[in-house]
């Protein structure tokens, strides 16, 4: 199967970007149904396995073997910083290696490399090769994923297959191979206790090295899955027009160099109005979730409920957030998807302005509820969009793009928040009579609110505008 940009009925697509659904169960049993995608579902479990047990045994790492007050306070931002880093700076270079070459070798390569790294880091048992070797892991970890996310569309027998597998994804990365990697880690680090073991036959750090060991063996499990069961990889990416460009000539598609293929990425974003409206609205969306993450702790404070408060507010978002995920199947068989994205981008800058004027925690923990089911809904749906409307030559550098936005603008937010909330300080309002104390954290949230309400208004006029050239387009070409 190849998704591309222009409506295909005979593959399930009505014209409008909506695709008949089934109840999001049946989809996910459907999906599964398909060898090859359950073959590389099952090798995403073992990858993100380790990518949490690693993170886990790192973060210990770094605590006992950190030799100054200094470096026990960083020991988990810096192993945190370390892991982050790389898809800030290469997630672009990554998306030209998996549209370039053949995705399999690239995933290969960079499991048998993040083995290495792993096994190099329990040996070597050093402060700063933890911070060096996990960046380095990283940067692997920055390959392997655009090159995975690109492949799985071509894996599908239909385009609205699409986000069933999508959700089978973030239901492995960000679910089950958490509490795998949890279990793990503590299995490991605590057979010394449970089996009695005597302090000389492990040092001080001898189990968590271990957990180390197991996580690179996950890897070269990975390694040699991809290799021998999942063939389906092996083929390149289909060349293919990029959207909007339907007219050009043909030596317009990419060239066989890194340079032309990033040349033809810029060209690709500002010909297509759909994938524009989807990063914008992605970017609005991420620097308000950021900035509400960044003044979560204070402004719990100001509802006068504590710490508590804070623990409940990141509780209704994940809340939210999973509602949103499970329920954006059943709402794209009633409207668009481009139409849904903007929907639920509004939608959750709209109910942030409630909390940014919310007078109480309760008010609070409904509205955050709905505003993670908005951010739920707008990122599956842009991760929908990408697997079947972008082109297979170009979905490796999109995805790459995506996530590496995911990073950068929320990153940043969740930084400048706080200074924000800072240089704002208290304010006291007088209303209706009445004297009103009002925290930094409200008139941040609500300019965050009003940013993404913005974005997503405007990234539905953008990706409305692609489906009108597009059409445009096609009608000319017949």
Known sequence: MRASVDEDPA????????RPGRPALAGAREVLAIPAFRRLWMVTGLCSSADWLALA?????????????????????????????PGLLFSPVAGLLADRFDRRTVMAVADLARCALLLSIAVVNSYWWILVGGFLVQVA???????????????????????PAAQLGLAMTYGLTIAVAGGLFTLITGAGTVFGLPSHVLDM????????????????ASAVSIATVLPELAARPTPATPA??????????????LGAMLRDSVSYVRASPLVRGLLIGMAGALAAGGAVVGSAQTYALSLRGGQAAFGLLLLAAFVGLVAGILGTPRLARRVTHERLFGIAVVGAGNVLVVVALSPHLAVSLAAVVAVGAGAGTAFLTGVTIIGSRVEDAMRGRVNALYQSMLKVVLGCSVALAPLLV?????????????????????PVILGAGLLAALAGGLAYRRMRAGIAHSGESAGQRR
Do not use: C
């Open 11 to 18: 593959a399930g697509n009505d014209g409008a970007g909506r």
């Open 57 to 85: 045994a790192f973060a210990a790492l770094a605590g006992t073997l950190a030799t100054s007050s200094a470096g026990l306070n960083y020991a988990f931002s810096g192993v945190l910083f370390a892991n982050l880093l």
């Open 141 to 163: 970890t920055t390959m392997w994923i655009p090159a995975k996310d690109a492949a799985v569309p071509g894996l599908l027998r239909r385009p609205d297959q699409v986000a």
């Open 205 to 220: 750090n001898g189990l968590t090295r271990l957990a180390v060991v197991v996580a690179a063996l996950f890897y070269l």
């Open 244 to 257: 909007g460009a339907a007219d050009r000539a043909p030596d317009a598609t990419p060239g066989p160099g």
């Open 422 to 442: 800072t240089l704002i300080g208290q304010r006291r309002l007088h209303l209706w009579g009445e004297d009103f104390l009002v925290d930094g954290t409200r």
